[in-house]
């Protein structure tokens, strides 16, 4: 018996032909370069990322180093902005909204109680209330509602990576705060999707398919992907005889299993672009970084400088890398990107020799200098996401004009409502976004007072952007001015 | 290297219907079940068949899988599929969430363990276990199919199944003119086959609704990764295929001879470790194996080789340590490289709690942390609940400054006396001051870090009881039933992947009383767990 039948792509390909690749060329665009000349919109993609951090130091009446003292275009940079002026000054393609706030002590759409790690997370990804303070979202996240109305026009629907890949204390569990991203299952209820947290992986994972410009090596490229797909054929033809067997729990773990195989069979069965123009396959990192181990002391002298820490760094690179390159070759139009966990426990010392975890920069140490350096860090690794996003090419202008970034950051600084103190990093007060990118007209560069507008206003915003005319949970409508 | 030969014969032992507990099976295995009438079979009269569900295997026992599988020492799993939450244990089941990364990260694996293993030439034929006449030697890849897949999914593949595996291995084979391409592609779909990623069990219908009675390969599956942490062998498979796990007996007396095998001493020791949570160590490379091989070793002696009462692994009056790790704890070196009994004397030292290991736990802030030893001592020793924190308390703050003094104590001493924090903090900082006197790797030390007029008494308190140190800690132990009683609940959580329901407490109940009455042998407790009925049984979890 033979392999199965090849795709008619993998056919043209076969025969030596030069297939039409599915990355943005520029001749497939109109004279304006804002829409495919065969009628079709320029794709627009929409990524939110997540940093679990706040604005400031406990009891630092300082609130912030990042928001500007300016409003408007040309603001100006602080302690935590300042990676905003290099990379070609990408703080051009960059707005900030400060001011926000998400309702504490169960009172208003998309509000939670007094617990805040685990309770505010959720309704700043989802936007829906969390009156228990429980850790998991109760609708799905603005990268699923993208994925839904867009994902299914590309290989991938949407995209999930984590940078911090390890909880990294031996004596608790994350419960949640290492999810972003949530979306409904076959039977209506919320799941969470797990982040990737393998560059390596990742890289494997995104460029199935991407054919070698070598003939022979083409040959064994087409083979290979053959036998996954014959494999993958397999597991699901027993997963199937195996259901009806199972108990009614099992059923419900097992078709989830299932789902994920259906999904990568999708994404194995699409027609793959083809590198060229800016769409590259680039070489493979090789092996990931190793991971940290444990981190439970938190911090202070005798921190052991090199635990709980896996080169979040390199990882983060390689991850913006990965996304870069799914946006261009049009690979996927939705990616949620975790930096770093809710209450991340990953040691800071690499970059900015304090000797604690982030968590405890917050607290223990306490100053909004300190947090500064930690929002630094991670906004360098966003800003060289930006940049090279804005650097490539596309029609009359670049990805980045077709892209809407947004940032979350996971608290902001003010009145604790557990405590009822103030200048504190568990609290919903004076909350920053950022966002970048000018898809469907969103402005960049510029910073925009919220005015103590929802987080979830600047989702909602973002996804206009990109033409999802949806809100996100309970929070309605759009933060004014963001959207020209 | 053995020819090859037809494959009739593992046809005829999959179909005898003497592998099955009950109603017998298909040949699949995976028994029945499902459906919830009621079957023939008793349920055990005494109850105590705890809940259960598809357990994926962690990250741990995917490493030790492939590794008694296929010879792939290289532990693949850990970075590649996601991280396990711990909490004691990695491998609690209702946590485990299909995902995508572990659909991908399985798809990876599993081409670079078979690509490994093809690589290896002595490997790849032992595991093949025939030798091929030609690149489409049908009877080879059946022989293989067959040999593998049953270790592989734990049970004998049915005919239906099998033939699947091998067309899929000859087609490759053909195709690639390379008998080898039908063993990767094998191998791949094995090693992505939901029964191997998954421990399933299914079982047979009993007489009370619910439970169902486990067939011999479940049972061999259950006991296997239980004892061993791994897959079961093929000596364990042949029991089951031949009845011989039928019984609670039969399966206490496998059981036994299961516990000489060294992986049954890396659970053990896992165990502890999970349990009292120094299976990660925030120390260098060399120190931290120092103290997991110093504790190791006082487990083995006490649970392997003395068959002595476990309790003792916490009064022991010595332990095993080598120069490097005596220099550290300022212990006389025993000279050498290698570990030695080195007795404690009066330097206040016994057992497990004076061990760097156990003393590394709950340190908080680079220093020890009084409230986070005690919370570690109620919690996972006693088993004891502590009430989370007030809401309006912050717990992220250390100590506040006393009047008049910088020393610890003073300063938890003014923490404990705010009323809402008093008393859950009387629960947990007496206990944990108790072993102040030992720093976060264990050290002595006479005064607080940092400080030499803080002289530390080393003084505590457990329930109106005083102590002073890891010894008098441990005496106070054997006085109390609270780490006996504790212990067999976490031994059941960690074989049953969940925490102890009402569904299991006469299970446990028993396993506490007979743990008692034989003189706290743990390698008996472990033997009762696996001997009671109710361990050849599931019950269907409730939706």
């Given amino acids: ?66 928001r500007p003292d300016t409003l408007g275009p040309n603001y100006d940079l602080k302690q935590a902005t300042m990676p905003l002026a290099g990379y070609g000054n990408v703080k051009d393609s960059i707005s900030i909204i400060s001011n926000l706030r998400i309702p504490y002590n169960n009172s208003g759409p998309g509000s939670w109680n007094t617990e805040f790690h685990l309770g505010a997370m959720p309704p700043l990804l989802c936007g829906v209330s969390n009156p228990d303070d429980s850790s998991a979202c109760r609708g799905i996240t603005a990268d699923q509602a993208v994925a839904n109305a867009v994902g299914t026009a590309t290989p991938i629907s949407s995209l999930q990576y984590q940078v911090q890949p390890s909880w990294y204390l031996t004596d608790s569990a994350p419960y949640g705060r290492d999810t972003i991203s949530y979306k409904l299952d076959g039977g209506g209820s919320v799941v969470p999707v797990l982040g990737q947290a393998s560059p390596h992986q990742a890289y494997v994972s995104l460029f199935t398919g991407f054919m070698p410009t070598d003939p022979g090596d083409a040959e064994g490229a087409i083979r290979e992907l ?13 997963i199937d005889r195996l259901m009806p067997r199972l108990g009614a729990v099992d059923k419900i773990r097992m078709q989830r299993h299932l789902d994920e195989i259906r999904d990568l069979e999708t994404r194995l069965a699409a027609i793959p672009p083809d590198a060229g123009g800016q769409c590259q396959m680039f070489p493979d990192f090789g092996d990931d970084p ?43 139009r939705s990616v949620a990107l975790l930096y770093t966990m809710a209450q991340s426990h990953m040691n800071v010392h690499s970059f900015t020799s304090i000797p604690y975890d982030q968590h405890e920069v ?40 077709n892209t809407a970034m947004v940032l979350l950051y996971e608290g902001g600084h003010g009145l604790d409502p557990a405590t009822g103190d103030e200048n504190r990093t568990h609290s919903t007060e004076n909350m920053i976004v950022t966002v970048a990118g000018r898809a469907g007209g969103m402005v960049a560069g510029e910073h925009i007072d919220g005015n103590g507008m929802h987080p979830v206003h600047v989702l909602n915003t973002a996804m206009r952007a990109v033409g999802v005319d949806e809100d996100l949970g309970e929070v309605v409508g759009t933060i004014p001015g963001l959207l020209a | 290297m053995k020819p090859s030969r037809p494959t009739a014969l593992w046809i005829a032992l999959a179909l005898a219907p003497a592998c099955y507990r009950g109603t017998g099976g298909d040949g699949g295995g995976a028994g029945e079940g499902g459906a919830s009438e009621g079957g023939e079979v008793p349920a055990p009269d005494d109850g105590g068949v705890g809940q259960m569900g598809m357990r994926r295997l962690s990250v741990d026992e995917y490493d030790n899988t492939v590794r008694d599988l296929l010879g792939d020492d290289t532990r693949p799993a850990a970075g590649v599929l996601p991280e396990d939450a711990v909490d004691p244990f990695d491998n609690e089941f209702a946590g485990q969430i299909a995902s995508r990364p572990l659909i991908e990260g399985l798809e990876v694996l599993a081409v670079d363990i078979s690509s490994r293993l093809l690589a290896d030439v002595p490997r790849r034929d032992g595991v093949v276990g025939c030798m091929p006449m030609t690149d489409t030697d049908a009877d080879c890849m059946a022989e293989f199919v067959a040999r593998v897949g049953r270790r592989a999914l734990r049970r004998p593949l049915d005919d239906e199944e099998a033939t699947r595996l091998v067309d899929l291995g000859l087609q490759y084979a053909e195709d ?3 008998f080898y391409a039908g063993v990767d592609v094998v191998l791949r779909a094995l090693l992505q086959d939901p029964e191997f990623v998954y421990r399933i069990e299914i079982g047979s219908p009993t007489d009370e609704a619910g439970v169902f009675a486990l067939n011999d390969f479940e049972v061999a599956t259950r006991l296997a990764y239980f004892l061993w942490g791994t897959t079961p062998d093929d000596g364990l498979l042949d029991s089951a295929q031949s009845g011989g ?16 095998d060294p992986r049954a001493l890396d659970r053990i020791d896992r165990f502890h470790a999970m349990w009292l949570g120094y299976y990660r160590l925030p120390h260098a490379a060399d120190l931290t194996t120092a103290m997991r091989t110093e504790t190791r070793l006082l487990i083995e002696k006490t649970v392997m080789q003395d068959q002595a009462d476990w309790r003792s692994i916490f009064s022991a009056t010595g332990t095993f340590v080598n120069d490097m790790l005596a220099t550290h704890y300022g212990l006389p070196a025993p000279g050498g490289a290698g570990f030695t009994w080195v007795d404690y004397g009066d330097s206040g030292r016994k057992g497990l709690l004076s061990h760097g290991a156990f003393l590394s736990v709950a340190g908080k802030f680079g220093d020890t942390s009084p409230t986070q030893r005690g919370k570690l001592i109620r919690k996972r020793l006693f088993c004891q609940a502590i009430p989370p924190p007030p809401p309006d308390v912050n717990v992220d703050e250390p100590p506040p400054d006393a009047p008049g003094s ?32 030992y720093d976060q790797a264990g050290r002595y ?43 067999v609940s976490q031994i059941y959580s960690f074989a049953m992947g969940h925490d102890v329901a009402a569904d299991d407490e006469r299970f446990v109940d028993e396993l506490t009383g007979a743990f008692a009455d034989g003189g706290f042998r743990f390698d008996e407790l472990v033997l009762d767990l696996v001997g009671d009925e109710a361990f050849l049984y599931r019950r269907e979890e409730e939706g």
Avoid at chain 1, 292 to 311: K, L, R
């Fill in chain 2, 406 to 437: 910088n020393c610890k104590k003073d300063r938890y001493e003014v923490h404990r006396s705010v009323g809402a924090c008093y008393d859950c903090h009387e629960l947990m900082d007496p206990v944990g001051f108790g072993l102040e006197n």
């Fill in chain 1, 226 to 238: 053959a036998k996954r797909k014959s494999v993958l054929d397999l597991v699901h033809t027993n």
């Fill in chain 2, 245 to 260: 796990l039928s019984t609670s007996s039969d399966v206490r007396s496998r059981a036994q001879q299961m516990l000489e």
């Fill in chain 1, 362 to 401: 917050g607290h223990s140490v306490g100053t909004t200098d300190g947090v500064s350096q930690v929002l630094a860090w991670q906004l360098d690794q966003f800003a060289y996401l930006v940049a090279k996003l804005r650097d490539t090419p596309e029609g009359a202008g670049n990805v980045l004009d």
């Fill in chain 1, 290 to 332: 190793a991971i940290g181990g444990n981190n439970n002391s938190n911090g202070g002298d005798g921190f052991d400088v090199n635990a709980g820490y896996s080169d979040e760094d390199t990882r983060a690179r390689r991850f913006s890398d990965l996304i870069h390159m799914a946006f261009t070759c049009d690979l996927t």
């Fill in chain 1, 1 to 66: 018996m033979a392999i199965k039948r090849l795709h008619r792509r993998t056919f043209l390909r076969g025969i030596g032909g030069v297939a039409v690749g599915l990355p943005i060329l520029e001749i497939m665009l109109n004279d304006h370069g804002d829409a495919l000349a065969f009628g079709g919109a320029v794709p627009r993609r929409f990524m939110v990322g997540f940093h679990g951090q706040a604005m400031g130091g406990d009891g630092d009446p300082e609130r912030d180093r990042y």
């Fill in chain 2, 445 to 487: 030390r006479a005064t607080d870090n940092g400080a030499p007029e803080c002289t530390i008494d080393g003084e505590g308190v457990v329930d109106g009881s005083a102590f002073n140190g890891p010894a008098g800690l441990a005496d106070l132990l054997m006085e109390k039933s609270l780490l006996d009683t504790c212990v």
């Fill in chain 2, 176 to 178: 690639d003119s390379d």
